[in-house]
């Protein structure tokens, strides 16, 4: 089986990080990253901030679009009254 391959570059923390994850001595590094578990980084405020500060202004039709919704938006009906 031909199998294409890609050259990446590490340095030796990760290798060894890498050689320490092997389940046995001829288990290839590919097999070693394929069974990893990578989560997405939590969802905080912080990263709600930063993300924030890094986004471009909003547009004046953008804003009153926004305010005229929020004007328009009635609370919730009473589930027990009606």
Request: charged share 30%; aromatic share 4%; hydrophobic share 40%.
């Amino acid at each position: 089986m031909c199998m294409a391959t890609k050259t990446i570059s590490i340095d030796l923390d990760a290798y060894e990080r890498l050689r320490r994850a092997r389940l046995r001595p001829n288990e290839s590094f590919s097999q070693v990253i394929k069974r990893g578990h990578w989560e997405p980084p939590p969802s905080t405020a912080a990263a709600l901030l930063r993300a924030l500060e890094e986004a471009p202004p909003l547009s004046d039709e953008i804003l009153e679009r926004l305010e005229r919704a929020q004007a328009s938006d009635a609370p919730p009906g009473d589930a027990w009254t009606e």
